[in-house]
């Protein structure tokens, strides 16, 4: 996955009560698992600035509601938490492919030697009993 990153300044889209609505937008919307990640490693900072309040909008970015002054500390804190999810993430794929290759490993290192086909059989193929058929011209007995 490409790293998330906030792409230009926060955009003002309203003024319910009291408070404007910004919206951040990012280079692409991001997976589950990046918001997941952004929503634990993301620790509420001090009163007004706190990742609860972040909200996520596949067409528009990430959202949320701030008095104007409170502005800049919010873009330096979601710069933070984006930056600390992308790491994360980064981190939990590199896990995730390390476990991947150590599977692969211990599957190859058990199988056959053959190559993978079954082993030559070590006993009789044919079945000695009433219903055998004894060549091509005979019947069943």
């Known amino acids: 996955m490409d ?3 906030r ?3 926060p955009e003002a889209v309203g003024v319910p009560d009291g408070l404007y609505s910004f919206v951040v937008k990012l280079n692409e919307p991001p997976a589950g698992h990046w918001i ?3 929503r634990i490693v993301a620790s509420p900072s001090k009163g007004e600035i706190d990742s609860d309040r972040v909200v996520f909008d596949r067409e528009r970015g990430l959202l949320f509601a701030s008095e104007e002054q409170l502005v800049p500390e919010w873009i330096r804190y979601i710069d933070l938490w984006i930056t600390e999810a992308n790491a994360q993430v980064a981190a939990d794929e590199a896990a995730e492919e390390k476990r ?3 599977t692969a490993g211990h599957i190859a290192s ?3 030697p053959e190559g993978g086909r079954s082993p030559r059989r070590t006993w ?4 000695r009993d009433p219903a055998t058929r004894r060549g091509p ?3 069943y007995r």
């Open 3 to 5: 790293k998330i990153e």
């Open 7 to 9: 792409v230009g300044p």
């Open 36 to 38: 997941y990640v952004f």
């Open 100 to 102: 991947r290759a150590e």
């Open 110 to 112: 058990q199988t056959r």
């Open 124 to 127: 009789p193929f044919e079945p």
């Open 137 to 139: 011209s005979e019947s």
